[in-house]
């Protein structure tokens, strides 16, 4: 085990309350909070817990976004990854567009793993990982919730529907993770300041020679349908007439 | 005109229901043609129920020893071979199609659409983002093919009484050796399958412990539910994985959802805002649930849970 990518994306924090723009245009971001996406941070304990269990791998975190993308990759270098690359962009870019990018990055860095959360708590598409395997004709594991490795392979516990899915994958593989995979540290203060002095390089998909796709267009963003406000019942009596009056059992 | 092709999922004896919600969210794009691919090692039962559902036009088996297991690097490159004839590709938006269609979409180089909760046209499609927060209208290239997978929650399953033709194909596709499948653990149950379940009782942190659990399951089995955990639960061990319900759990949509002890946050309302009544049992008064509830009861849940079982038996 040499290398690990580990590829995160900025995203509004999952405490935000999101809110959708009165002019459909998508939703409010001014003065919200942004954070690494919860699982993209899982991916990157995953890698540091690898690296620091004696493999001693270099960790290259990687992200796709706008400049100001480049806070997260520093928390990123904070929580002990050894260096970053941002792929600086001002435009939307789409789970194809994403993986092509991490393909260019794959090529250019031959990492042995490549980790990325399962899905982004922003767009929800869950896509990027599986894309960026098939792109690069490698193993994909996807919603690991374990992962043991050995001599040129993983075996990976999945969480799917009916439960847990063991599988082996040959090396280099993209894991995609889950949330019970391991619980993230806390970034240390000192760990901040040694974290600006790791290199972060940023560079753009023109010079990578990505071709973005333009595949998908967001054309309008609408609130969710709301719930009607409910009732409340004083005990359970109440509560098994109601739901007896419903039809309910 | 699409020409849909749905993969379907099935466990080599039963389709998955979830199928037959793919079907119904097809059919609503006027003109469509709908067909299934079933790919495993004997699919001659499955094929049968999957050309009984109304408004399939064929089924497509593709029978090969190495479609055991629905590893994603092994089915992508078949479909892949399937999907010419095709405008869309469909796959339900469980765990076996999330991994395996964008998988599809990448090597066809076509954008995927995920969680489709309904079809406006047939490039122009509505998802859910942000964990539910917000709706937003997609449109595609009309130039490429169109993956999604559907959110089976939004859709109801396609009735029986079609007879579709079955057609066996057999695809010169060579696949790869480097994802083995190793075995899979279930906790399977007599219980009603969360997913499809009119009715769910779910339990959160407040549980405590899975002997508390027991609670629950008694209650579920009077009224004929299945049970679902939230993921503070999960974590903590009280329940299994496959009962997590929420953003990253299951999407469901039963007739009637009792959450016992779950706070409501907004990862797990995700998971149950298609359900037609929602009940919450919290001691907590201002807990966010009780803003989605259509019926609240403030208490504590291990005095309420044995007077409940008791008084629904009467
Ligand atoms: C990326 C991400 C994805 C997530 N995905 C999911 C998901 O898919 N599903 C999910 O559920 N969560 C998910 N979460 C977690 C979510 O944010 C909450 O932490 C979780 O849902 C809380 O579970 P809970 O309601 O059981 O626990 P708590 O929030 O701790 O709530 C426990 C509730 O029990 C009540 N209570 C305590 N004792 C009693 C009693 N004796 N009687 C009655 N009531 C009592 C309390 O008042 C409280 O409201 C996700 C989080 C993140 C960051």
Redesign the pocket.
């Known amino acids: 085990m040499k290398k690990i990518m580990v590829c995160i994306k900025r995203v509004v924090d999952?405490?935000v309350r999101v809110r959708v723009k009165p002019d459909g245009s998508g939703v409010m971001l001014d003065g919200v909070k942004m954070s690494i996406?919860?699982?993209d941070e899982i991916a990157l304990e995953e890698a540091l817990r690898i690296k620091e269990r004696g493999t001693n791998a270099e960790v290259v975190v990687v992200s796709i976004g706008i400049a100001d993308t480049q806070q997260q990759l520093r928390t990123a270098l904070a929580m002990g990854a050894d260096r970053a690359i941002l792929v600086q962009t001002d435009q939307p870019v789409e789970p194809l567009s994403a993986a092509r990018t991490f393909l260019a990055l794959v090529n250019k860095e031959n990492p042995d793993l490549v980790f990325l959360g399962k899905q982004a708590?922003d767009d929800d598409a869950n896509q990027t990982g599986q894309m960026l395997a098939a792109l690069w004709g490698r193993p994909q594991a996807t919603y690991a919730s374990k992962l043991e490795l050995a001599e040129g392979k993983a075996t990976v516990t999945r969480e799917v529907d009916v439960g847990l899915e063991t599988i082996e994958v040959d090396l280099p593989a993209v894991i995609t993770v889950d949330?019970r995979l391991n619980e993230p540290r806390y970034v240390k203060l000192p760990d901040i300041m040694k974290a600006k002095k790791k290199p972060l390089d940023i560079t753009t998909f023109e010079a990578l020679g990505v071709n973005l796709v333009q595949g998908l267009k967001n054309v309008k963003t609408e609130p969710p349908p709301q719930r009607q406000k409910g009732i409340m019942v004083k005990d359970v009596a109440e509560l098994v007439g109601v739901l007896k009056q419903k039809g309910l059992i | 005109m699409a020409n849909i092709l749905i993969i379907g999922e099935h466990d080599g004896k039963t389709l998955n229901p979830a199928t037959l919600k793919c079907v119904t969210c097809a059919r609503t794009l006027a003109g469509a043609k709908v067909s299934i691919a079933l790919l495993g090692t004997d699919t001659a039962a499955v094929a049968a129920q999957a050309a009984a559902v109304q408004g399939v036009e064929k089924v497509l088996r593709i029978d090969r020893p190495e479609n055991q297991h629905p590893l994603a690097a092994s089915f992508a490159p078949q479909i892949v071979a399937l999907a010419a004839a095709y405008s869309h590709v469909f796959g339900p938006s469980t765990s076996f199609g999330k991994d395996l269609m964008p998988r599809v979409a990448a090597l066809l180089d076509a954008p995927q659409v995920s969680d489709l909760m309904s079809i406006d046209g047939a490039y122009r499609f509505r998802r859910p983002i942000y964990?539910g927060n917000a709706i937003v209208t997609v449109e595609a290239d009309p130039a490429r093919k169109l993956i999604a997978t559907v959110r089976v929650a939004s859709f109801e399953a396609a009735a029986g009484g079609g007879s579709a033709a079955i057609e066996s194909v057999s695809l010169e596709v060579a696949l790869p050796s480097h994802t083995r499948y190793v075995s899979v653990r279930s906790g399977a149950t007599d219980r009603p399958d969360l997913q499809t379940a009119s009715k769910v009782v779910s339990?959160?942190?407040?549980?405590?412990s899975a002997e508390n659990f027991k609670l629950l399951y008694s209650f579920a089995d009077k009224i004929g539910a299945a049970v679902g955990?939230?993921?503070?639960?999960?974590?903590a061990g009280y329940a299994r994985n496959e009962m997590?319900?929420?953003?990253?759990?299951?999407i469901i949509s039963p007739e009637m959802y009792i959450?016992?002890?779950?706070?409501?946050?907004?990862?797990?309302l995700?998971?149950i805002k298609d359900a037609r009544t929602i009940v919450a049992?919290?001691?907590?008064a201002?807990?966010?649930?009780f803003e989605v509830a259509d019926v609240g009861l403030v208490?504590?849940?291990?005095?309420?849970m044995p007077e409940l079982e008791r008084l629904v038996g009467n």
Request: without cysteine; glycine residues 16%; proline residues 4%.
């Open positions: 999952y405490n996406n919860p699982f708590i949330l | 964990a339990g959160g942190r407040a549980l405590g955990a939230s993921r503070a639960a999960v974590d997590q319900v929420g953003q990253t759990g299951k959450a016992i002890g779950i706070s409501g946050a907004i990862q797990h995700t998971g049992i919290n001691k907590d201002e807990a966010p649930i208490g504590d849940l291990f005095q309420i």
